[in-house]
């Protein structure tokens, strides 16, 4: 009965995951705002907004009454959290630019008295003026479960990436729904990895995670999961404790091809057995042995139609926290 | 003839009342749906410290089915809202010895602390029930483990300290409020940095996640450099060393157990990280390490006799800065 439940379990998981993709998965509740803010507008607002953080002062960035901030997955006042602990910032910048809904998402370097974070944030302009403000600062005195210390490279190696700043020529462009539906893919390859691929990967594809180079990584003393490269590590369905991968939600720069997203790894902590592509079994131990949830936001650049680049920043939750940002996120 | 007709009846009452006995034991977890003058409703402490056993079997069974619920239940666990059966009902693998229980009949609650192995690794589990009309109606669970961010020693948990079980003589017990006034009085103490008004007994201590953070030697598990560790629960905050805490929010008094002097407080511990360094009453300075706003999520209990703090023992668990409780 139990091993019935299970599946029937697995399904809604999995149908609950696909339904995530529905017209729903713009990042950022309600219509897509009414802007003419461009990318240098909106990458304006963002180093306004930096500027406001390190002076400590939220009046020096023009936002809208109904301003809403989130920092780490807690609604908050604009001015508390990193507004008042900021010493600046790191020069590591990455922009995603999003005009059509009004929305950037960017990657930086906070500094809190000399700690580094590794951060990752979302604004939304409307009629010039900042909405909506969402952040995680990947400390690194962060909670989170013994064991998963695989994943604090760090700040340091956040170098720039060309790749990043360079438009895709409008032939080799792929559209909107396309872009998102590849991202999404690569979620839907994850939750309950079975090994199968429902996204298209570039060979060269890489992925790093607070700064480590998790897949494809070409250190050799690196491990040897982290040097397997994106499609690969994927194939063998290793991940399969990831059980969901929720509340996605994506924003999109057409020009330069990527996608933005917003999601959270949940591990409920029972796939304790995990049987791979090849027939070998593995145990799973910590820390996916107890539930724990990942926040996350995931940067994808794509080239030609294929997954090139991937650079998350993601911190430990309470498992299965809701999101300020999503209606009914249960 | 009379004989046999006796011992028949007599044989026929010890049936009935071995009956009574198993009816009475069935409607203790079994209340019918319709109401019945001749059911007995209340719940004492035997009776919610019943239902607490059965919600630690049942999470050990990964089966919450097998509990008299209501019919809405609301589950957290660490704050969140959960389904019941995911989280730690998928993850619960032996219940420990360590048990402290506080009821509190007239609320219809009841908290326990104690340890728990999940899928083998020891950690410390908070709960509270809420029990109505003998069905339960809320469960919140918050789990400290052993990981990074985190203090907690689950296997330094092996024996409460008996005086959480001890009842109070009537004489030095205090009202409900005063009890909850007292509690309330530490945590503002901590905010305020004075501990003057805080009643404290001169032998009072203090575990959190399973380290003694009072009256410690350097040597203590768990225990850093902080020298004031070794100092009394009323010199500790005389130091003013607790500068960091900027506030201590969402307070809930929701057990409170009279005849055994024992208040049980959830809430959260808010560090906006702003102050970098402070100075202690005896003119040292601290150094603050950690220059990011964090917060403690908090499930405290306090053992108060003759209106004086004996006792507190929390568990202390890392939760994303200003994170609400889910209640």
Known sequence: MRRVLFIVAAVVVLILGKAAIQPGGRLAAGKPASNNCDRACLNGFVDQYMAAVAAHDPSKLPTAASIRYSENNVEMKLGEGLWQTSDGWG??????????????????VANEDGH???????????GHKVTEIEIIAARPDRPGP???GNLTGGPDNLKDKPLFSEDEPASERVSRDKLIALADGYFSTIQLNTGKIYTTFDPDCQRMENGTITANNPDPKAGAVQRMGCQAQLETGMLKMVTRCRDRRYLVDEQRQMVF????????????????VDGSVRTIGPPFDRPYTFLIFELFK??????????????????????????ASK | MRFVRNSFVFAAALILTALASVSARAQSTAPPADYDANFNYDCDRACLNGFTDQALAAFVAHDPSRLPLAREVRYTENGQVLRLGDGLWGTASAVGNYKIYADDPQAGQVMFMGTLQENGAPVILNLRLKVELKRITEIEAVVTRKEAGSFARPENLVQPNPIFAETVAPAERRSRQNMIAIANSYFNAIEKGHASYVPFDKDCNRIESGVQTTNSTPTNPGANSNSVL??????????????????????????????????????????????????????RTVQQTRTAPWTWQIAELFKIKDGKI????????????GMKSGW
């Open chain 1, 91 to 108: 020069s590591y910048k990455v922009f995603v630019d999003d005009p059509e809904t009004g929305q950037v998402g960017f990657l930086a």
């Open chain 1, 116 to 126: 580094l974070s590794c951060f990752a944030g979302r604004l939304k302009v409307a």
């Open chain 1, 146 to 148: 013994a064991g998963s």
């Open chain 2, 310 to 321: 004996m006792r507190i023992e929390a568990l202390v668990n890392a939760v994303p800065y």
């Open chain 1, 261 to 276: 997203a917003a999601t959270f790894f949940d591990h409920n902590g029972t796939v304790r057995k995990n049987t791979l």
């Open chain 2, 230 to 283: 070794g100092l009394g629960c009323a010199d500790q905050i005389k130091t003013r060393n607790f500068q960091p805490d900027t506030e201590i929010r969402d307070r809930r008094f929701v057990v409170v157990d009279e005849e055994r002097g024992l208040v049980f407080v959830e809430g959260f511990f808010d560090h906006d990280a702003t102050l970098r360094s402070y100075k202690l009453t005896d003119g």
């Open chain 1, 302 to 327: 794509i080239k030609n139609g294929k997954i090139r680049q991937i650079e998350a920043v993601l911190n430990t939750v309470p498992y299965y926290m809701p999101s300020p940002w999503v209606k």
